[in-house]
């Protein structure tokens, strides 16, 4: 297959060739387009112009703000970049996410842009980004607009993008507290997740945010659970009780919708990200209460 | 090695050493030319039109469409097959090209000749195929019910073997019994089936380069496809990335060949991973039911067992797969009494064949899980049950058939019973991605559990029932250098390395040349049945003899001396009589010489209708024992080490018996832990690596291996053949060290039953809503 790809050097160049040419295909690290191409589950049109973001250099940015305690990700960070810093300590769960993405060369092609618009409810940098509370700022020739991360995907393969419309970065608080994510799948590494949990536990706000993944059609924010776990924990001695721990894990996967298909079972899925929210916010507590 | 009168030190890459693979840099440096990177000038480029249908008739095939493109050349279907319409390794009765019938999702219909690849996938799309859907037949267990209609002329049964000896009425003071289950394991290598057909300039015939396990019976069975006598078609060993069973039966070779011949350019075809689940057969799944008999002391005295096997709609070498299922449902222990029966049928799901283990595989994992349960009811440890059952030389089989091998099954275990532990879960500061779940990030050391488990195996050798098996080797030598000649498949296992090393220990001369593998020497048989070593390395151990007694002759006849006084050491003519000693390479000056042999191992027989009779040639034995760290509540496994003894014989290339053990181990464990096709309604779910999951280097952990060498004095240089032992007793091994984990935890939890085990198998100890 050989087919005209643009390449553009900027936001401006990007918004105006989207502006102008009817149909567009956004290409960032193939990771995903390049398999449904492969597979024919996708394909480009004669009238398709496939469209490069690799050489805009404002897609690449990491930036910390820290008047506003935000961290801003350009959409074409891949994932080996979000090993390192400045994100393995501002957004750890973040890197957590990425370090179980595919193998080492998917991790230095494939990014993060492509994760949330691929619109998987296996992404596991979107389930990190939602319990992160983070928006993703979309720009198209009419301007831009910040939708919240689990907002963007409204079922597989599907989401609130325009066919003019790009993910020009992410925008996340830099939350002081814990947080950590935990994947299944049925391999050691280089699975797409069986089911998946990020916890966020925000010692500014004593709140938290469970995100689960792989348990409905779209990576989903488990309000409930989060509600509950930030009123039952103790935020002065980083504590909870057993009960709660358990009801926790009881709203999970109440909240839990999964399906059974050739990677798992429904009920084996909502069984694992209760017991995997119960886990990461023992492992949370406990690790603050260390660090006091 | 003294037994050989070998001085290691005098010569380079003999045996007992391990030279370094012949094509081991190239593969490493990506410049080895694998079958799918062959092309030719001009070539086209074939593709196949498959099923989408389980079972349907197909009422019309219109290519005018698809002809209509520009860029297709021609179009073939099953009136386009000049010679026999179907092919089979054992009974000829898969079409070529489905005519009126499709009898699985997948099977060819029609293929297409074009100028790129791109062409050829809109001209598939384009041919149209009108079906008249038939009821699909996808349950094994339906297809053995005389009452189902058939859905092969055929009939529905492959073959039905059992085996009964002994008393019956025997019934022990113990009794243990369950159902297993066998997942479809595919043989996963890495390099996808291709072929380059170029036609004879007047199209009178053909040759084919193609990534196969066995030249000549994939010649026999292509030119009776094509009408042509087998001198017109050459067939040449592309190189071949791993096969594992997968490539004894044709795939594309008669469509490439056909679409060459009908255009008079070179062909290539080449399947794309999804197609190759499609192409080749897989290991069968199966149901096993068994029961075993013990005294109170734990001795086994009576086994019963039922096999079924799915094997898919066309039998290929179905029959013979279920005859080694059966006749090693004992495994590796003495039984007198056995009532065995066995089934292999044929469904409308995914052809099954031969895949490393070849029915023992699924035998072993039953046989071996129930050695635990009984284990369990006797009160005893696993290795002291085993102890007290272990076959040794001379046991009869159930089968009648004596074991004259070396049978080393004591010695396994005494050496499995020795051998160290890792250091216990938590001892060592272990990082979070060496825990199960791995780089998921689930596990922490409070969550885990060590589990130790075991298994051990019987595997017969070469071809049984009277199977005409030999191999066909040449010896050329001519100035100084000798030249092997030969048409064994060198398919990764390592043969090319070892046919030299054989020459040079015999002949005591280091440089040794290889010729093409193809068709222009007689057969070598299959490279499967762990059996090259010993049959193809007999034949180039048997013409190197010959060559050598012909250089005894001639140096006695110019030295006036008697031939039999003349020996090898390392590269030294030796005169045993005077201890007088000339380097070989002096010795051969102005020689030459050039002798073809063909090497057979001892006769066997056919089994009888209770499955009595030697149809076996050899048995290979082997143990594992499997450490497992268990995340019970997630049911997450991380296997932390595997150690194996395994019964070689002699190790002639140390090296590559290494490479054998740790890959079959691989495989073992992967059909232990993620391995199977996921079929709905004869669909497959999951045909890609995304979702078909082989272990990973994260996945596999140290071996830690031991080799008992007693050379077997009925194999050529007594090395047994080492390919398929590792694969077949690691499954159970792990399955059992996850069982033990299970049951240090909860005292005694679900009994494991089924490969691939899934998260939930384990996890519903803990919560019971996971149950079945
Ligand atoms: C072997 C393998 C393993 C994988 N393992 C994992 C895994 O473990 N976890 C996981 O989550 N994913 C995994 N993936 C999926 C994939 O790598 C990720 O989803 C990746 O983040 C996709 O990013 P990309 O840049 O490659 O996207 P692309 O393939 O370039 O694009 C994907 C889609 O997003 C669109 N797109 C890309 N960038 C933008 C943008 N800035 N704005 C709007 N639309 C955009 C494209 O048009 C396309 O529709 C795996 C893939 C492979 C092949």
Redesign the pocket.
């Known amino acids: 297959m050989c087919v005209p790809v643009a390449h553009p050097q900027s936001i401006e160049q990007l918004t105006a060739l989207l502006r102008d040419e009817p149909k567009t295909?956004?290409?960032?690290?193939?990771?995903?387009?390049?398999?449904a191409l492969n597979h024919g589950s996708q394909r480009i049109g004669p009238d398709e112009l496939v469209v490069s973001?690799k050489e805009v250099p404002e897609?690449s940015i990491i930036e910390v703000d820290h008047v506003q305690r935000l961290l801003r990700i350009g959409?074409?960070v891949n994932w080996d970049e979000l090993l390192g810093a400045p994100v393995d300590t501002l957004a750890p769960c973040l890197t957590q996410a990425a370090r179980?993405?595919?193998?080492h060369q998917?991790r230095t092609?494939?990014?993060?842009?492509?994760?949330i618009?691929?619109a998987?409810p296996?992404?596991?940098?979107v389930c990190a980004l939602v319990a992160l509370g983070a928006v993703a700022v979309l720009t198209s020739p009419e301007g831009q607009r910040r939708v919240a991360v689990e907002d963007v995907a409204t079922g597989p393969k599907r989401s609130v993008?325009a066919n003019d419309e790009?993910?020009e970065s992410i925008e996340m608080p830099i939350v002081d507290g814990w947080q950590g994510y935990s994947k299944i799948g049925t391999r050691n590494a280089?699975?797409?997740?069986v089911a998946g949990v990020a916890v966020v536990l925000s010692a500014d706000s004593n709140s938290c945010r469970i995100a689960l993944g792989s348990v409905g059609p779209t990576v989903m924010l488990a309000d409930n659970a989060s509600t509950f776990a930030g009123d039952s924990i103790d935020w002065t001695n980083k504590e909870i009780s057993a009960d709660s721990l358990e009801r926790i894990s009881e709203l999970v996967r109440q909240v839990a919708s999964p399906i059974d298909d050739h990677r798992s079972t429904a009920t084996y899925r909502s069984h694992s990200v209760g017991v995997l929210a119960r886990r990461l916010i023992e492992r949370g507590l406990q690790e603050m209460r260390n660090s006091i | 090695m003294s037994d050989l009168g070998i001085r290691e030190s005098s010569l380079t890459g003999g045996l007992g050493q391990s030279p370094l693979r012949p094509d081991g840099i190239a593969k490493s440096e990506g410049a080895y030319e694998f079958s799918s990177d062959l092309s030719a000038d001009n070539m086209l480029i074939g593709k196949t039109l498959r099923s989408p249908h389980q079972h349907a008739r197909i009422v019309s095939i219109d290519t005018a469409p698809a002809l209509a493109i520009t860029g297709v050349h021609r179009i073939i279907t099953a009136d386009d097959v000049p010679g026999k319409p179907t092919y089979g390794l054992i009974s000829s009765d898969q079409p070529v090209f489905a005519a009126d019938v499709v009898r699985y999702i997948g099977e060819p219909i029609a293929a297409v000749v074009a100028d790129d690849e791109d062409i050829c996938a809109r001209a598939i799309e384009a041919i149209e195929v009108v079906y008249e859907v038939l009821p699909a037949l996808a349950d094994a267990r339906l297809a053995k019910d005389p009452n189902t209609p058939s859905i092969h002329p055929d009939g529905n049964v492959i073959r039905e073997q059992n085996v009964v000896t002994g008393d019956l009425s025997v019934v022990g003071d113990v009794i243990v019994e369950d159902h297993y289950s066998i997942g479809m394991q595919d043989q996963a290598f890495l390099g996808l089936e291709s072929a380059l057909a170029i036609p004879d300039e007047d199209r009178a015939g053909v040759e084919c380069h193609v990534a196969t396990q066995w030249l000549h019976e994939d010649l026999g069975q292509v030119a009776a496809c094509l009408d042509l006598p087998t001198s017109a078609v050459r067939l040449v060993l592309g190189g071949v990335g791993g096969a594992f069973g997968g490539r004894e039966d044709l795939s594309l070779q008669v469509h490439v060949c056909l679409l060459a011949l009908a255009t008079g350019r070179p062909v290539k075809m080449h399947y794309s991973r999804s197609e190759s689940f499609l192409g080749h057969v897989h290991r069968h799944p199966a149901e096993i039911w068994m029961r075993h008999h013990a005294t109170s002391e734990g001795i086994l005295v009576k086994i019963e067992a039922e096999f079924v096997f799915d094997g898919g709609a066309y039998a290929s070498t179905s029959s013979a797969v279920l005859v080694n299922a059966v006749t090693h449902a004992q495994g590796p222990y003495r039984c007198e009494n056995a009532e065995v029966k066995g089934i292999a049928v044929r469904t409308n799901n995914l052809p099954c064949g031969a895949m490393r283990g070849f029915g023992v595989v699924q035998a072993c994992f039953a046989h071996e899980r129930q050695m635990d349960l009984l284990a369990q009811a006797c009160g005893l440890d696993p290795l002291e049950i085993r102890r007290r059952n272990a076959m040794s030389t001379g046991d009869r089989l159930i089968t009648g058939q004596v074991v004259e091998s070396v049978a080393p099954v004591s010695e396994i275990i005494e050496g499995l019973s020795r051998m160290p532990f890792p250091e216990g879960a938590g001892a060592v500061e272990q990082h979070p991605y060496e825990m199960p779940g791995g780089a998921g990030n689930t596990t922490r050391p409070g969550d885990v559990v060590r589990g130790i488990g075991y298994g051990l195996s019987i595997k017969n050798l070469m071809y049984s029932e009277a199977f005409d098996d030999y191999s066909t080797a040449r010896c050329q030598l001519r100035d100084g250098i000798v030249t092997l000649k030969f048409a064994t498949a060198e398919v990764g296992q390592g043969f090319i390395t070892i046919a030299p090393q054989i020459a040079r220990s015999t002949l005591g001369l280091e440089e040794v040349e290889l010729d093409a593998i193809d068709t222009n020497v007689g057969s070598a048989g299959s490279t499967s049945a762990s059996r090259q070593t010993w049959m193809s390395g007999g034949a180039v151990e048997a013409a190197c003899l010959r060559v050598r007694e012909l250089v005894y002759q001639h140096v006695a006849t110019t030295q006036g001396t008697d031939p039999l006084v003349y020996a090898i050491d390392g590269a030294e003519l030796v005169n045993t009589s005077t201890g007088d000693r000339r380097p070989m390479t002096e010795v051969v000056v102005g020689l030459e010489f050039d002798e073809e042999v063909e090497y057979r191992h001892r006769p066997t027989v056919p089994l009888d209708e209770n499955g009595q009779g030697d149809c076996h040639t050899a048995f290979a034995f082997v143990g594992h024992r499997a450490v497992v760290d268990v995340d019970i509540e997630l049911g997450l496994v991380r296997v932390v080490e595997m150690s194996t003894v395994q019964d070689v014989g002699r190790a002639l290339n140390p090296l590559s018996v290494t490479g054998q053990i740790e890959g079959g181990i691989a495989q073992g464990l992967g059909l232990a832990l993620m391995e199977e096709i996921i079929q709905r309604d004869g669909r497959i779910m999951n045909p890609s690596f995304?979702d078909y999951l082989i272990p990973t280097i994260a996945d596999m952990p140290p071996v830690v291996a031991e080799l008992i060498e007693i050379p077997d004095p009925q194999a050529p240089m007594g090395a047994k053949g080492v390919g398929e032992p590792p694969t077949i007793s690691s499954t159970p091994a792990v399955i059992s060290a996850v069982q033990d984990a299970m049951n240090t935890a909860y005292g005694s939890a679900p009994h494991l039953r089924r490969v691939p085990l899934q998260p939930s198998d384990v996890a519903k100890t803990v919560n019971a809503g996971l149950g079945d």
Not at chain 1, 100 to 103: D, E, N, P, R, Y
Not at chain 1, 190 to 193: G, H, Q, R
Request: glycine letters at 22%; aromatic letters at 2%; a negative charge.
């Open positions: 295909v956004l290409l960032a690290g193939g990771t995903d387009l390049m398999v973001l897609l959409a074409g179980t993405v595919g193998s998917i092609a494939g990014t993060i842009g492509g994760n618009a691929t998987s296996a992404g596991d940098g993008l790009f993910i280089m699975v797409i997740s | 995304t």
